[in-house]
Structure formats: C-alpha cells, structure tokens
C-alpha cells in the first residue's frame, strides 16, 4: 500500500465510515448525536493514511502556523462579525 496511498485512504475512508454508521445505528435514537462524528471521518482518514501509508508522511505537506499578526486579525474580524450578528439578531 505504500506504492498507491489513494487506495489505503478509500479503505480506511469506509473502514472508519462502517464504523460509525454501524455504531449510530446500534445506539438508536441517541445515535443521532454521534452523527457529528461521521463529518469527521474524511479528515481522520487522511491523517491516517499520511501517518501509515505515505511514504513522506507530512515532510510535503508545508504546514505553518503563521504570523501572531496574522491570527489576532483573524481573531478581531471573527468577533466583530460574531458580535455584529448578535446585535442584528437580538435587537
């Protein structure tokens, strides 16, 4: 599998979607609230498959966190807009 990692991410993707599907359905009627879950699986299928069956594991993946400048303008803009909703909805 390291040769074509798509294939283990296809495999894993139903692997961990069974899952949960067999799981909501096992719960019944609280099941519904472990359905949040299954938006997940995608992500955690690629995480997988990048940590078992890719051969640069994340050395390709050009992950950064960014500037500090950066993060507190997306942080002000996120709360005014929260903020600005809120005074639309409740008045």
């Known amino acids: ?19 949960v599907i067999l799981t909501i359905h096992a719960l ?6 472990f359905a949040q879950v ?8 690629a995480v997988i498959t990048r940590l078992f069956f890719y051969e640069k594991k994340f050395a390709d993946a050009q992950l950064r966190l960014g500037k500090a400048r950066h993060w507190l303008q997306f942080w002000l803009i996120s709360a005014l807009l ?10």
């Open 28 to 33: 019944g009627e609280k099941g519904v609230y």
């Open 38 to 45: 299954y938006m997940l699986t995608p992500a955690l299928a």
């Open 82 to 91: 929260a903020g600005t909703s809120y005074l639309f909805y409740h008045f």
């Open 1 to 19: 599998m390291k040769k074509n990692p798509l294939l283990a991410y296809f495999a894993c993707l139903t692997l961990l979607s069974a899952a």
